[in-house]
């Protein structure tokens, strides 16, 4: 029985659980890139954004264990978001306090205004989840398929007409469009079971 139910727990039930260390590890590498992307655009340099989105984590390790999903409360990725957005502000903060030290330095760079807005950060979060999810998706259907059968994909995915695609890798036009719709399918069906396994 115990079984049953932890087959049915999404990852984000399952890193809850401090004990449960291999859940916290695949949570770490479904979103340790994705976080480190969103921290990108916001404008904070490569190496400075390893040590926030290091912050960024720790913080949910400790608060995951309290997030309540539901239809009337915060998704998760607004969560994350708020999360994100504070670790950012702290870190141009301290910043700012030790150029202060340093030197008289103006202090409205730093102010909340100056930087990406939380419902813009939100809608950031939101669009490139997609992105990361579908990216996800296609890496891990890719090992079922064909080199080529990936590339007649990505190559559809540019926008390349299959005709074109057919003579650059020498293939029938009813296989491109064969190939394009098996890897099609098999990424709705692996982006739908990601969806389900991360998303609260």
Same mark, same amino acid.
């Given at each position: 029985?115990?079984?049953?139910?932890?087959?049915?727990?999404?990852?984000?039930?399952?890193?809850?659980?401090?004990?449960?260390?291999?859940?916290?590890?695949?949570?770490?590498?479904?979103?340790?890139?994705?976080?480190?992307?969103?921290? #990108?655009?916001?404008? &904070?340099?490569?190496?400075?954004?390893?040590? %926030? +989105?290091?912050?960024? /984590?720790?913080? *949910?390790? $400790?608060?995951?264990?309290?997030?309540?999903?539901?239809?009337?409360?915060?998704?998760?990725?607004?969560?994350?978001?708020?999360?994100?957005?504070?670790?950012?502000?702290?870190?141009?903060?301290?910043?700012?306090?030790?150029?202060?030290?340093?030197?008289?330095?103006?202090?409205?760079?730093?102010?909340?205004?100056?930087?990406?807005?939380?419902?813009? #950060?939100?809608?950031? &979060?939101?669009?490139?989840?997609?992105?990361? %999810? +579908?990216?996800?998706? /296609?890496?891990? *259907?890719? $090992?079922?398929?064909?080199?080529?059968?990936?590339?007649?994909?990505?190559?559809?995915?540019?926008?390349?007409?299959?005709?074109?695609?057919?003579?650059?890798?020498?293939?029938?036009?009813?296989?491109?469009?064969?190939?394009?719709?098996?890897?099609?399918?098999?990424?709705?069906?692996?982006?739908?079971?990601?969806?389900?396994?991360?998303?609260?």
């Amino acid at each position: 029985m115990k079984g049953d139910w932890q087959t049915r727990q999404t990852l984000l039930q399952r890193a809850k659980d401090p004990s449960d260390e291999s859940a916290w590890l695949d949570f770490v590498s479904y979103y340790e890139s994705f976080i480190r992307m969103i921290i #990108l655009k916001m404008n &904070i340099s490569a190496s400075e954004s390893d040590d %926030i +989105t290091q912050d960024v /984590l720790l913080s *949910i390790w $400790k608060n995951l264990k309290g997030f309540e999903s539901d239809s009337n409360r915060a998704k998760f990725r607004t969560w994350l978001s708020t999360i994100v957005r504070n670790r950012v502000l702290n870190h141009i903060r301290d910043r700012q306090s030790h150029h202060n030290r340093m030197k008289n330095v103006k202090k409205e760079w730093v102010e909340e205004g100056k930087l990406i807005s939380q419902s813009e #950060l939100e809608e950031v &979060i939101e669009k490139d989840w997609k992105r990361h %999810i +579908t990216k996800l998706a /296609l890496n891990n *259907i890719s $090992k079922h398929f064909s080199g080529v059968a990936v590339n007649v994909f990505e190559m559809s995915l540019r926008g390349v007409e299959n005709k074109q695609i057919a003579a650059e890798l020498n293939l029938a036009d009813s296989s491109v469009r064969t190939l394009k719709s098996r890897v099609q399918q098999s990424l709705v069906k692996e982006v739908a079971h990601l969806i389900q396994e991360l998303e609260a």
